[in-house]
């Protein structure tokens, strides 16, 4: 991971940054899953998490080679008049790292009783009985409206820039998120 591109929101009177943040999210989503790329992550350098809101700021993160073959496509198609794309650079020397992981609310009791009966064999009664109806927990992190390419369904999808102590390699999925890689952070 020793290049970035940014790709910045601008301003637009008839659409709020966060809208605009989905849909270009959701096509960067769409295009790392048509070609099955595992090599190019994401950050949200203005994010902040008290208010909280990602910001106006998608970074990508890969090589020189990933990130110029990326932006050589037209997956950004519709979004050119909102958006304004950096060209690639080299990360500076001496960054922190960060790991952008997504983050789900333990919010439906339903599905977590079937989970618990999954893993520890649990019956329904016993499920029930060990886990109320009223279990929900509510996250404040920022959040990107999305919708499955499997399911079609919308949902949020939580996120958490964690600090980390240097860089880690791994693959990263079609959101450009990973439970391990880091990506630098600047």
Same mark, same amino acid.
């Given at each position: 991971?020793? +290049?970035?591109?940014?790709?910045?929101?601008?301003?637009?009177?008839?659409?709020?940054?966060?809208?605009?943040?989905? @849909?270009?999210?959701?096509? =960067?989503?769409?295009?790392?899953?048509?070609?099955?790329?595992?090599?190019?992550?994401?950050?949200?350098?203005?994010?902040?998490?008290?208010?909280?809101?990602?910001?106006?700021?998608?970074?990508? !993160?890969?090589?020189?080679?990933?990130?110029? +073959?990326?932006?050589?496509?037209?997956? %950004?198609?519709?979004?050119?008049?909102?958006? !304004?794309?950096?060209?690639?650079?080299?990360?500076?020397?001496?960054?922190?790292?960060?790991?952008?992981?997504?983050?789900?609310?333990?919010?439906?009791?339903?599905?977590?009783?079937?989970?618990?009966?999954?893993?520890?064999?649990?019956?329904?009664?016993? @499920?029930?009985?060990?886990?109320?109806?009223?279990?929900?927990?509510?996250?404040?992190?920022?959040? %990107?409206?999305?919708?499955?390419?499997?399911?079609?369904?919308?949902?949020? =999808?939580?996120?958490?820039?964690? @600090?980390?102590?240097?860089?880690? @390699?791994?693959?990263?999925?079609?959101?450009?998120?990973?439970?391990?890689?880091?990506?630098?952070?600047?």
């Amino acid at each position: 991971m020793d +290049r970035h591109l940014d790709i910045e929101i601008l301003p637009d009177p008839e659409f709020p940054t966060h809208q605009l943040m989905d @849909a270009l999210f959701a096509k =960067l989503h769409r295009y790392l899953a048509m070609i099955q790329m595992t090599t190019v992550g994401v950050s949200f350098p203005r994010v902040d998490e008290k208010k909280p809101t990602l910001g106006q700021l998608l970074r990508l !993160h890969g090589t020189d080679l990933d990130l110029n +073959r990326l932006m050589s496509e037209e997956w %950004l198609v519709g979004m050119r008049d909102h958006i !304004h794309v950096k060209g690639v650079a080299p990360v500076p020397h001496g960054t922190e790292h960060r790991q952008v992981r997504r983050v789900q609310a333990k919010s439906n009791p339903d599905r977590i009783r079937r989970r618990q009966m999954r893993r520890h064999g649990w019956t329904e009664q016993e @499920a029930i009985a060990r886990i109320p109806a009223s279990v929900r927990e509510t996250l404040k992190l920022p959040f %990107l409206s999305v919708g499955s390419l499997s399911t079609g369904h919308r949902f949020p =999808l939580f996120l958490e820039h964690r @600090a980390a102590p240097g860089p880690v @390699a791994g693959p990263f999925n079609a959101y450009g998120l990973s439970a391990i890689a880091t990506v630098p952070w600047f």
